[in-house]
Each structure stands twice: as structure tokens, then as C-alpha cells.
């Protein structure tokens, strides 16, 4: 019978660890109460799905800046709702796919999740996915229709599905007709607080405790907002310099991050 | 001889009860006058191929915001006609298929219904049928080319046929020159007055008969209208919260929604 | 010889009845004098080619708004011209064609033509047998240029030929170089007379002698136009309402699509 | 030797009479001093490609408004040149070719002219040759390109050619970059003055000569040109109405060609 | 060894003779100071590429309206040169070559070149060869790219390159983004002053030597400059007229290319 | 074992001095301390890769106008790393390949580099390996999307890799949606300082140590920077000048370059 089936096919479905490696590679920091806030959202459309049974699809956009750690989120949320079917699709595996392979490999995924009884699909840079450029604009329709066909499609009966696709252009999202395919949108923020700053340079641990504060004070700026990922990179790269204090050092490479983004 | 040739098939032309299935999974909510009226106006189509020599080909257009229930009402109308041949063309079958394939198959159903004395063809979401996208603006063609065809070539002698489209882009339609293939259309609306809240949430059964009317009163406001399907998603969303009365988490999944609306 | 060639193959060449029987399904209605004037202006076209050695090629464009007449007319006058060869190159026909196979299916047609000494060709909706739409725009160039081509080119000696094309998009036919192409444009008018409104209710039999009138005086306004194709519509529509007087359904009817045009 | 073989291959070089057979199926009409001056010009090319060994290359475009007379003149210019290899190249021939025969056929025709010491090339319908439509706007460009050079190249030594192209859009032309290609202009102008025009009528032995005069003076208006190919429909129309006289009739369909070229 | 490989291809690499034959048939004419200041610089560059070892590639763009000299001149320069390896590109050769065959023949002239100690490789109508035209803008990108490559790509040690190049619109070729890959422009004027006009008249051998100053009186106007090519063109069409003195006539010919030229 | 496989393939992998020769073949001028600090900044980014295990992969866009001498930093600083795998992607190399071979091209050096722990992969002319012409504009997006998703993508798990980028069109690489895939952007800068100008003169030799200062002095306005590459131009071109003082032609020359960089 089918339940047996459903369950032979099991490992083949079963969570895909391998591919979730390579995000939050320096593990997850819990920056403050907008980061909970965020991650009590995902929790709570995990929980819809499995308990509501008006609403068996539910898909939202994760939209931020590049580096806000939109991929990072998604991840650890697919990772962790428990469901038998979970699955990335991710364009770092589909370079080189023609514009047909990757149409039907999307396809697959989701008619896979369909014989799942609880399912949860991550689609990673949905504009990427879809060769979207925003000068022409140019981008795959082919793909484009099938995702707009399949982020809408009622799962079959008894068989529910969430959906978190992660994008940075959210314009382009919405020129494309793509905003009307996801129930909600959960905007990702950047670091955008003095305590946020405060809370990773900690958690990285490259100043010691008395410096922390200090650090948030010279180097941050509320009033010009920087990613994670920016700020990452901007006090490894303070780590190289062999003059100057880390804090000065520091201090001028979050200017040059936001000199370039003025530019 | 022909009569006893389309007898046969029969079968073949029977209604798909399959299809329709997904449409109206939580049962079609009769939510006050105002959908009453559009379902007179369907039925009266449907009542006008069946009796009238004069115009064999009656085809509408059914538009509205997405999640306004275009699909369930058009599918609705379908089954209830008892027509011998009601068939649906929706982009969900057809997936991944080409072009050609597409343009065949639909040719395909509007030639099988030239066989059957009364017919009733479902298009459903015409936009997405010919893979239309606003930037560009793109779409197919050929596909285009096929409906804007057979949506105005008068069946045979004596076969009769009603064509329900529905579209959430109009203006869409209008450009590509759509518009003037149906002989009207049916506009449909979204929840627009605190009585068509009140008469869903009631249906709904979340609310106990007191709360009913003060959840209209304090979650809907009657300038921002919501479709019933957002509606729905609302009410499935603010059950999920832990804290927080439920009133009050609806109020806040309707706020979402209007600024989803706005940005 | 080639006087006996042309005789055999005549039967290949006759009439084609079969094509014309779809149009004006209910008999062509004379609703008035506008209507008479371009009935003897087709006829015209017809002496013309049968008479005058100096225009061995009469190409016309029948225009005017969607429903209002043109293939009807076409057909009628085609039919009417007694003259050995008469074809309709259609859409309707040449559903799921290449274009190339569009496009050597009207050079057969026109070549056929060059063998009778007296030929008529329709070329019904022109903009969809180039396959236009106006956003892009759109079209198969290869089956425009051999249009353009086609609709100039001189019989070859003793030869004659009529083309009557119908169109209902003249700044298409314009913009796309089509106009220089016709010796000359008739341009068929909607009903926009109480006269004419009367007439063809009258012909339709629907209401008695004494409601014509005032159907006319209540549910016509002569500053919005209507086509015959819409009259036709809107008193079949009005007929299936079960309450309400006829008159009172039908000036519903109308109100409906003079909204429908306006937006 | 090559001057033998040049000799052999004459007959393949020979007139094409068959081909300048469907141009002024009625003889030129001589219409007045314009007219003679632009024949001079005409000859006056034939004579310099004959006479100077300094431009071996002479490339005409001859322009005006379709009907004008210019494939009428050119394939008469051609004739009279008496030239041993004289060609016409017309989209008429190549219907259905595609681009690339196109381009091969047309660079034969100029490859074969290089092997005899004159040569006349008419052009006709340029813009029609390179499948050009003004809205995209649309053309082959490797038809174009191939155009481009053929028409600047010098022949080889010994060798001489003239070129007699005809357009219709100059600003297509110009647009193109074949502006360039052509050595000079020859504007071929519409019927402009009431002498032009009797001369007109009266060669096509329409009217009795009292009535020649008054016809001019009643139908003709200086100020809106007419091209002959009109006029000789307006007078083939006129013929046809029953009743009115013929200069009343001629008058009205003088207005109606007028009409067309406003609207 | 390579040395006497180099020597054994020599033969193939010799000067093509042939292909410089149709440019300048009537011979150069040196019509004063100007002229020399380009031949000057033209062959400054010749001595560059000889002595310094700093700048193996040099590449040049002649640019100057159509009909100005420039391909005579490049095609004399490099003539000049005695380079053991002188090529041309030319357009004229490759009609009807597909894109990617014509990228071949090109990347193959400039590998061919890396073998030889001292190059010169002609690119004659640059745009002509990547098939631009200005509307739409249509050109191949495939040459286009080819050539932004090569004409920036260092020889190999030890080998020298000049590439001169011609064009005639460089507003194309600024917005192509060729302008950066030539280390200079060289500005080809048209004949400016009634000193030049005279000169080149004079050369011509058309008027007698009393004759051609009151030619460059009457006949030219020094604010409507004119280029060589239609000044010899001209002349030749000024001494076809039968009537009139020449200088009448040749008067009349530059008026009308003024025309042109503001047409 | 995977590492002695790594070390099996290493010649494979071995620095490519054949690819890094062409650059910079007059050796590497330091003109002053903004050089200097440019150099410092590019060691910088090579220690953190080497050092740093929260960035493991570090992609940097070297921006600078045409020839100011970002191909020759790159490839030196990708020389003077040392790590085990170095390659260079150079559209000069891959001339004439079709774009899903470039693809393939890219996405093999890319994954070639995941193998070795440490990787520098020099992506020179970037808007060139996209075939980016400004005009459309036209690219290859299947290009484009594998480089925006391969400038992304962290190496494997103790795998480190820097990226050196090239370009001369930032608005380009911005537009085309690269701009976010770079860490960080080092804008190399043109000549702009009389001090620098002198330090070029000088080491090139060309004059005697009195005159470098009047060189400067006489031929650079420093409020119109040139490239070095244009300097170097200038210098050659001066010295192919027989009349004139050294410095004089200089002068020329610098006046002709800062005309074609207005024009
Ligand atoms: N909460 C977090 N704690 C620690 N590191 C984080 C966190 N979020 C993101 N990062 C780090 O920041 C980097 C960028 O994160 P991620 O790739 O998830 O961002 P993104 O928004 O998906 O970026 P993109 O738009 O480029 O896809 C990663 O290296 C990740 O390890
Ligand atoms: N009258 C109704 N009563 C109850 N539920 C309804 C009603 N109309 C629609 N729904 C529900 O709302 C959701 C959306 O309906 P439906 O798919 O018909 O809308 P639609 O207008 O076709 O949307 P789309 O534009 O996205 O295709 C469905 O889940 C359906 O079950
Ligand atoms: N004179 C007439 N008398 C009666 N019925 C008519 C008449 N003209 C048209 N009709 C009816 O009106 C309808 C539309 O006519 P027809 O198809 O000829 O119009 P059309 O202008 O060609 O429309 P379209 O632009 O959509 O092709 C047909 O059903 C036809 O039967
Ligand atoms: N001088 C003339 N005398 C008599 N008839 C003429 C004359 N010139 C043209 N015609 C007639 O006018 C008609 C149009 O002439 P022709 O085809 O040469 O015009 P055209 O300018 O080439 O038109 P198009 O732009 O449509 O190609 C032809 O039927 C031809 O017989
Ligand atoms: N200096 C000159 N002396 C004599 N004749 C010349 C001279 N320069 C050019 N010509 C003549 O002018 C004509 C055009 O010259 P050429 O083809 O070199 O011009 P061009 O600038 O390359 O033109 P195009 O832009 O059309 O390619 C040729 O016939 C050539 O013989
Ligand atoms: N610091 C330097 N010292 C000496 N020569 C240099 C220096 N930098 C560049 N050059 C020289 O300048 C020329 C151009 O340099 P390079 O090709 O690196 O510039 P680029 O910025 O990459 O130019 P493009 O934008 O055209 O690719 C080369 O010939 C090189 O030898
Ligand atoms: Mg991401
Ligand atoms: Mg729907
Ligand atoms: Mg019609
Ligand atoms: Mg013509
Ligand atoms: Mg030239
Ligand atoms: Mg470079």
C-alpha cells in the first residue's frame, strides 16, 4: 500500500545533512531581540504547518541584504522543524544545468515533498535561481513559471508543505509576479544597533571583554547599518594589518564597507 | 452513425472528478449578497449556452485580486452545469510541458468539446497559461495566439460552449488583446465589508458566536479590503501564537497583510 | 493546353462551401442604409475586377471594431462574386501551423489564384494570421513580408484577382506597413443609429411590434455605439434573467458593456 | 582565355525580358517636363558608367512614395540601357526564400556582373529585399550587411556596373546606414500639378477631350499630390458607379484617396 | 627551429599583393599640407612599431566621413611599411561568411602575425565587419568581442604588430567600447579649403589649367566641406550633361550632394 | 589517501608562469606611495587568506581605467603568494570558445582550486569574459550567473581561496549585479601627481636626469591624470619624432591623449 511505500522511500527522503554544511559556518550568534523575533516568526510557520489543516502550503520570502544571513536562517529553520521531507534547492548545485535540467529538478523536489506527509522545501536565491539580471532585465521564464506554478500549488490531500525561499532583490521578486506565490514576507534586518555590534564582536571573540564596548563605540555608526557578513569580513580583515590598534584598524575598514556601498 | 460515435466516447468526455478536487478544500463559504449575485451571474451563463440558438459560444472572463476564489468559483459553476463535457486547462498540468505541447493539448480539449452538444471549458489563471511575466513584458505567443483563436471561433452546428477564464492581471488581458475575445466579464471582489468578515469568521468556526462580531469589529477595517484566502491564512496564522489573545494576534496578521499590500 | 488544365483542374478550385457556413449563423440582417451603401461599395470592388483591364489586382481592407460585421460581410461578398476561384485564408484554420507552413499555405493560395481567370481571396483578421499583439509588439515577420509582398504583386497577364482582408486593429495594419498594401479601406460601422438598434431587434424577433420601439427609445443611447455582435449578446443575456421585465434586463445588458468598453 | 569564356557564358547573361514583363502593364505615360527631366537624369547615369573610367561603381537610389512610378522607371532605365548583363533583383522572386538563399542569391547576381564589362543591377523595393518593418523595428541584417558592402564595391578592373535601387521609405533607408551606399538620389515625384493630371486622363482615353480639362479642374487639387498608381484606381473606381456622372464620381474617389492618406 | 620554420611559411606570409588593387585606382593625390600632416603620422607610427620595444602592438583608428580616403590610405601605409607580414581584413572579402567563420578567418590573420617578427594587419570598416547597424543597435557580438580582444592582446615577445583600422561612424564604435583598445585616433578630413579643391581638380586633369581656379570659385563653398570620393563623383556625373558649361554642370552636382548631405 | 592524491595532482596544479609572462613586460614601476599602498592593501588580503579560518574565501575587485595597471598588479600579487594553486582566467585565452564552454572553462579552475587549501584565482577583464558590450546591452548571462554564483560560494571545509578580479567598467559590474559578490573593491589609480609622472619618466630611461623634472614640469597638468599605459604610449610615440626637442613631442602627444579621452 502506499503508506509502506511512503515509507521504503524514506531514506531517499530523509534530511540531506551534507548539504547544509556549508552555511553558518562559524555557528549561529543569537545578536539580540530582533534575531529572536525572527526566529520565533520561522518557529511559528513550522508549527502551522503541522498543526493547521486549512493552510497544507505555506511559503514565505526571507528578503534582506546580501550577507544578512537569509540563507543562514532559512537553514538552521528547515534544519530544525524535524519533518521527514526536507530539501535545499540551491543554485551553487545547478551550475552548468541547462535552463530545462534545472526546470525539472525543481519539479522533482516538489513532487517528491508530495508523497511526504510533512515536507519543507528551502529554495536559496530565488533570483539567482532564475538567471534574473536586472539590466534587460534578463532571466530563465521557463524557470521563472515553474516556480510561480509551484509556490502556489495545494499539496494533495493530507500532505502539507513549507516553503522558504531567501532573496535580496525583493523589487525584483515582485516585478516578476513572484510576491503574490509567498503567504508572508519576513524581511531579514542587518546589524543595525550599538548592541547588536557589541553582541557579535563578542561572540567572535577577537576583543577581549573590557574592549568590546569600546569597539561598538568607535567603530559603529547606527546610523549606517552593516551585515554580518560585512562585519565578519571587515574585522578579519583589521586582524591583518600589522600597524595601528585592532579598533583603529577595524574602525577604517567599517568606512570602507560603507564608502563602497555609497558608491 | 455520429450520434452513436459520440455516445461512445462518452466516457472519455465524462467529468474529471479528479480535478477539481483541490480547489475549495475547506468548502465554498456563502460570505453574503454580494457572492450570491456572482453566482446568479454564472449560473445564468450557463443556463444562456444551454438555451439559447443564437450564441453558441459564450465565454467569460473572471478577474479579481489573487486568493479572491476566481479558481474555486469557476471550477464550482463547472461541475454544477452537468454539462456532458467539462474539462479544465490549468498551468498545473501542465508543468514542464513546451510550447507546442501546451498549445496542442488545449487545441486538444477545445476540438474533443466541438464533439459534445454541451460543453464547459475552465481556464484556469490565462496568465500563466501563456507564461506571461510583466517586466519584458514576455510571454508565449503561440499559446497566445491558440486562445486568442479558439476563445472567438463558434462551434459547429448545434455544440454549444461556455468558456470560464480567470486572470488576476486585467490589464494583462487587455494587452494582449485578450480582452475582446469574452463576451463579458465577472468581476470578482474581496471581503470588503466587516458583515463578509464576520459571515467567514463565523463559518470558520474559531470563534465562539460572542467574539465573532468584535473580531470584525477590531481586526477589519473596511478601507483596506482582504481576499478570502489572505483571510484565511490570517486567522490559521494568529492561532499559532502562544501568547497573546487570539483577537489580538488576528489584529496583527491583518496589519501584516495591508503593509505586505502597500510595499 | 493550358485553357484544358485550368478546366480540369476547376473542381480543385470551386467554391468552398464548407468555409463560409460558420459566419452570420443567423442570417444576415440589412439594418439600414450605412449598411446598404457598403454592400453596393463591395459589389463595386467585385464589377471592377470583373471589368477593368487596367487594375488586374483590387486589394481592400474591410475595418472596424471587433463584432461589428467584418467576416460576415467578407464571406457574404466573396460568395456573392460568382467568380471561379474564392478562397478564405483564416486563422481559424491555420491553428498550431508553423510559420512557415503559414506562410507557404498563403503563397499556394495566391499562387492557385494566378490560374482562374477570376479570383477572390478573403484574408480574414489579418493581425492574427501575422500572429500580432501589440505589446513588444509582436508578430511573425516572415508571414507580414510575404503579405506585403503578396498584396501588391500583379496577376500575371489575363488574370484578375479581388482581396478582401478584415481587420480590427488599422493602426497595426498601419504600423506595420500593411496600409500601402490596399488599393483602398471600407470601414464598417457599429449600430449607432436608434434606426439601426430597432432594426435588428425587430429582425430578431424577439419582441413584439409595439416593444420595439420603446426597447429602442429606453435601451439605446446614440452616443455609445454598439456592434451587432454585442446586440446579439446582450438581448440572449437579458432572455435568461427570470425576474424583471425583458426591456428593463436588456438596458442592464447594455449599461454592462458600454462599462466593459470604457475600462 | 577569360574574353572567350566571358563570350560562352553570354546567353546566361542575356536580358531576362520575362522579368520587367509586370511593370507599366499600361506603357509610360509621358506626364509632362518632370517627368522627362528625371528620365534624363536617368540616362545620364547610363552614360557615365558607359563613358568614365573614373567612378567604374554608380549607385542610384530612387525614391518616392508608393505608386509613384520608381520600379515602373527603373526597370524601364535598365532596359533601355542595352547593357549585356542587366538584372533584377525583386522581393517578389524570393518569397519564401530564406535569409541566407536570399543573401547568396543576391550576391550571385552581383558576382555574375563582374564578369562583363557592363552592367545594370535593379534593386527593387529595397526595403521589402531586407524584410524591413518600421515598428521594432525589424529586418534581416545579414541581408542588410550583405547590401551594404555590394553596394560600395568596386568592381573589378575592366568591369562597370550601375545600380538602380527603389525605396519608398527613405528614412528606413537612412536609419539602415544605405544612405551612404547610393552615389546620389533621384527623387521620383506624385502627380502635382493639373496639367500632370490631364495628361494623365487623357492618355488613359478615358474622358472625351472637352472633358479632360474640366475633370482637372474639378478633381484635382494642387495642394494634395496624388501618385499615378492612385489616380489610374480612382478613374478604374469611378468607372464602376452606375449612377452620377464620371467626373462626379472620379471627384469623390479623389477625396476618398485623399482621406486615406490623412487618416 | 623555429627561426627556420618562420622562414619556410614566409612565402605565405608574403604581401597579398591582390587584395590592395581596388583601392586607389585612380592613383593617390597628395592635395596639400594636411594630407601630408596624416601621411606623416601614419608612417611615424610604421617607424614606432619598428624601433621601440616598449610598444609591440600599436593600434590605430583612421576615422573620417565616407568617401574620405581612409581605406587608400591605411591600405598605402601598410604597403609602405615592408613589413614581412601584411594582411587586410576587409568586410568585402567575407560576404556571407557566418559570424563564427568570419571570427576564425580574423583570429587567424592575428596568430598568423604573432609568427612574424613585424606586422601589419588592415581592419577596414571596422563596424562593417562586426555587422553594425545604428538602429536597434544590431552588430555581432561574437566579432565584436573577438576584436576587443585581439586589438589589446600583446604579441609575444620578440613580435611587433600595427593594426590600422577604419571606420566611418565613431560614435559606434565609443559606445562598443573598441575606442579604448586603439592607442590613438587619426582624424581623415574632407576636403575643406578651395586650395584642396583645386588641387585634387587639377590632378584630375579635367579642366584646363586656366579653368580650375574658377572652378574652385564657383563650384566650392569652403563652410560645406566635401569628400574626394564625391568630388570625383561629381565631376564625372558634371561631364555626362550634354548642355551647359562644365563648370555649370559640376557646380550643379555639388549642390546637390550638399543637399544630400542635409537631406 | 585524499592529501597524497592532492599531492599527485599538484603539477597539474603547479603555478602557470607561461600564462603570467605577457604582463607588465617592461617590469614593475613603483611610482610613489600611492602605489605602495595599494600593494600593501593586496599582501593584506593575500595574509587573510592564509590566516584567517572565519573568511575562506576573500574575493576582491581590482577598478581602475583602461591601462592604469590592474592586470599587471593582480597577476604580480598572485605570483608573490605562493600558494600551491595559482590560475588566471583571461579572455585572451578563450577567444572564440562558445559560452558553455567558457562556463565549463571557469566552473573547472574553480573546482580545480577547491582541491588545493590554498587558491588564487586572477579573473581578468571580467566584463570582457562576460562579453559585455554597453550598448543593449548585450552579455552572456549563462556567463554571468556561474560567476555570481561561483564569487559566492564558500570552498569546501579547509579549503581557502582569494579571488582578484579586473575591470575598467564599474558601473558595469555593478549593474550587472556583481558588485555585491566582491568583498571589497581596490580602485587602482591613474598617474595624477607631477611626483609620479617624474618617477615613470625616470625609470624609463629615456631621459637624462636634468630633464625628468622639466619634463614633468612642462608636459603633465595635474588636473588630467593619464594612464600609465598611456604614458608609456606617449613617451615611445615622442621619440619616433624627428624634428622637435624630446620634450616638446611629449608635450604633443600628451595634448593629443587628454583630447581623445573628451571626445
Ligand atoms: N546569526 C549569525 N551568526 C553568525 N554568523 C552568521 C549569522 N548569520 C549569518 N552569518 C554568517 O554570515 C555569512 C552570510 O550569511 P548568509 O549566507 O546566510 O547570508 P545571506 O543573507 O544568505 O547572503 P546572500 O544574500 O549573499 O545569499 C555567512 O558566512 C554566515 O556564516
Ligand atoms: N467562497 C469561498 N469559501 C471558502 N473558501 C474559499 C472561497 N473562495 C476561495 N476560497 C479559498 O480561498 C483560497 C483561494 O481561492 P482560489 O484559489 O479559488 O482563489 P483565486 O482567486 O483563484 O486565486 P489565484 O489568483 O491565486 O489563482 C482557496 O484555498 C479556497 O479554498
Ligand atoms: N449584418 C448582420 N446581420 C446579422 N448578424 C450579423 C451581421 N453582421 C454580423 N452578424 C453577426 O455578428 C457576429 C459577428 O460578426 P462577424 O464575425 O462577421 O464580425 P467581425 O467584425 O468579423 O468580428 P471580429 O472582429 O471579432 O472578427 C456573428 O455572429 C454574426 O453572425
Ligand atoms: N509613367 C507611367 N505611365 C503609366 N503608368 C505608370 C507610370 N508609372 C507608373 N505607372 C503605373 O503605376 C503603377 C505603379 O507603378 P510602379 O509599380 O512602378 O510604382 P512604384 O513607385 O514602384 O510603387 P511601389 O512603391 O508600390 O513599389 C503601375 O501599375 C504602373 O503601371
Ligand atoms: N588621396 C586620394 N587621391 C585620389 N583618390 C583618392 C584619394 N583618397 C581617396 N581617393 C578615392 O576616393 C574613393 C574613396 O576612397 P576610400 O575608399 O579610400 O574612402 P573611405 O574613406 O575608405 O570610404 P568608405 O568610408 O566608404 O570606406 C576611392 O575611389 C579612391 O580612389
Ligand atoms: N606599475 C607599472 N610599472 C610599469 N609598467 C606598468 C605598470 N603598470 C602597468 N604597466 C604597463 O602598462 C600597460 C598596461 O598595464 P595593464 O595591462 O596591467 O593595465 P590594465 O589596467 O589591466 O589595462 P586594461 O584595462 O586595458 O586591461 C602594460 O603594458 C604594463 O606593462
Ligand atoms: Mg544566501
Ligand atoms: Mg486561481
Ligand atoms: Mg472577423
Ligand atoms: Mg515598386
Ligand atoms: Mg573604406
Ligand atoms: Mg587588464
Do not use: H, W
Request: proline share 6%.
Amino acid at each position: 500500500d502506499f503508506e509502506r511505500a511512503l515509507k521504503d522511500i524514506k531514506p531517499a527522503f530523509g534530511q540531506n545533512d551534507e548539504q547544509f554544511r556549508m552555511y553558518a559556518i562559524n555557528g549561529i550568534i543569537n545578536y539580540g531581540p530582533t534575531f529572536e523575533k525572527i526566529q520565533l516568526s520561522g518557529n511559528s510557520f513550522i508549527q502551522q504547518v503541522k498543526n493547521s489543516s486549512r493552510t497544507p502550503l505555506v511559503s514565505v520570502l526571507l528578503s534582506g541584504k546580501p550577507g544578512c544571513g537569509k540563507s543562514s536562517l532559512a537553514s538552521t529553520l528547515a534544519q530544525s522543524s524535524d519533518f521527514p521531507y526536507v530539501r535545499t534547492i540551491s543554485p551553487d548545485d545547478l551550475v552548468g544545468f541547462t535552463e530545462s535540467a534545472k526546470t525539472s529538478k525543481i519539479t522533482k523536489i516538489f513532487e517528491d515533498s508530495y508523497r511526504s506527509p510533512l515536507s519543507c522545501i528551502v529554495i536559496d536565491d530565488i533570483e539567482r535561481l532564475i538567471e534574473f539580471v536586472p539590466i534587460g532585465p534578463r532571466f530563465s521564464n521557463s524557470i521563472l513559471q515553474t516556480l510561480l506554478i509551484l509556490l502556489k500549488k495545494t499539496p494533495p490531500k493530507g500532505r502539507k508543505l513549507l516553503v522558504l525561499a531567501t532573496s535580496s532583490v525583493p523589487e525584483a521578486v515582485r516585478d516578476l509576479g513572484l510576491g503574490n506565490c509567498f503567504a508572508t514576507t519576513l524581511p531579514i534586518p542587518s546589524i543595525t544597533t550599538k548592541d547588536e555590534f557589541s553582541k557579535v564582536v563578542q561572540e567572535l571573540g577577537v576583543f577581549g571583554p573590557s574592549e568590546v564596548k569600546r569597539a561598538a563605540e568607535e567603530c559603529f555608526n547606527d546610523r549606517t547599518p552593516i551585515t554580518i557578513k560585512q562585519l565578519i569580513m571587515a574585522i578579519e580583515m583589521a586582524r591583518q594589518e600589522d600597524s595601528g590598534s585592532l579598533i583603529q584598524n577595524l574602525k577604517q575598514s567599517m568606512v570602507d564597507f560603507q564608502l563602497r556601498d555609497l558608491y
